[in-house]
């Protein structure tokens, strides 16, 4: 298939670009560099340097060429950044892909993958995993503006005849097997690469938060599910949309508390993570774990790297050989142009 991967220069989409290549779809990859980076786009990949947020651009490149699929990564994705400023974070997640859809459904593209979110199913779940079809409670403005771009496809397929996957996934963790790509935000607010930075000595102060939930340790616990599991779905999800659209959980199915996470990169690490307790952050649940068992029937889906310490590994390995990230490279390949 040929295939465009908006944000396809951030941690999951980069990790989707490469697994389509190496399952022999042609890719390209639209990005506005805002959050992802130019050394994570796989070599020899056509690169759109487009923001969303621009109709006209938007729509010239969707209309470039005969897509087979479009798979949806950009998006704002920080939930404490969408508490202090909800009204830029819906006006923003909605629109962009607002404006990619409308043109899709215009230029005839007849698959649409999204990358949605655990954030609509908010914290009342207890302690069993969530399973596709729970109850929409979104906790967070980012929640609901993913929310609101399903309901969109959902008008896509009624009316434009456009199937779409919307993938629900949890915690998006670890790096590509092979070393070739890993995870880089700035800000980092994810807790793996926030406690192997840690032991590196890039962050200290690592902070636990919150030690009386009712867990067995007293911390949150989290479904970490692979990147590279991650992109495999996206890819198993296309054969689908030949005559439907579909919805799906995608997670590990194991929970892992903030205090295992803790000794994982212990274990794997050989060293002693630094770390401090730190009260409860608001609106955090207790437990978030997904039931992917749909996936599973459906595609035939499950996940390879589902043990921590395995996804702890890849992420540290990549880390370690990239110190700084992917700036390094940038800044080679800007001096060297």
Not at 158 to 165: F, K, P, T
Not at 191 to 211: A, E, H, Q
Not at 245 to 251: A, F, K, L
Request: some cysteine; charged content about 20%.
């Amino acid at each position: 298939m040929k295939c465009l991967v908006t944000g396809g220069a951030g941690f999951v989409g980069s990790h989707a670009v490469i697994s389509l290549l190496d399952a022999g779809h042609e890719v390209a990859v639209l990005d506005n560099l805002s959050t992802g980076h130019l050394s994570a786009v796989a070599p020899g990949v056509r690169f759109f340097n487009v923001d969303l947020a621009d109709p006209v651009a938007t729509d010239r490149v969707v209309a470039s060429d005969q897509w087979d699929a479009v798979l949806h990564f950009a998006a704002l994705s920080l939930v404490g950044d969408s508490m202090r400023d909800p009204f830029y974070y819906l006006h923003n997640n909605y629109v962009t892909a607002l404006n990619l859809i409308r043109s899709c459904a215009a230029h005839a593209v007849p698959r649409f993958v999204f990358s949605s979110t655990a954030a609509l199913f908010g914290g009342d779940h207890g302690s069993e995993p969530i399973v596709h079809d729970a109850r929409i409670d979104p906790s967070s403005p980012y929640g609901e503006s993913k929310f609101f771009i399903e309901r969109a496809l959902v008008w896509a397929d009624r009316i434009h005849g456009m199937r779409s996957a919307s993938l629900r996934y949890f915690n998006a963790a670890g790096a590509d097997p092979l070393g070739r790509l890993g995870e880089d935000h700035q800000p980092e607010t994810h807790l793996i690469p926030l406690t192997i930075d840690s032991i590196l000595g890039r962050r200290p102060g690592l902070k636990l938060f919150g030690n009386d939930y009712p867990t067995h340790d007293g911390t949150c616990i989290r479904d970490y599910v692979h990147v590279t599991d991650l992109a495999d779905a996206h890819i198993r999800v296309l054969s689908l949309l030949d005559t439907r659209s579909v919805t799906y959980n995608i997670g590990n199915g194991l929970g892992f508390s903030n205090l295992e996470v803790v000794q994982s990169v212990e274990r794997v690490s050989g060293r002693k993570v630094p770390w401090e307790w730190a009260p409860r952050r608001q609106g955090d649940p207790a437990v978030l774990v997904a039931n992917s068992t749909q996936l599973s029937r459906d595609t035939g889906w499950k996940p390879r790297y589902h043990d921590l310490d395995q996804i702890v590994e890849t992420a540290l390995r990549w880390r370690e050989a990239h110190p700084y990230g992917y700036r390094e490279k940038q800044s080679h390949d800007l001096m060297a142009t």
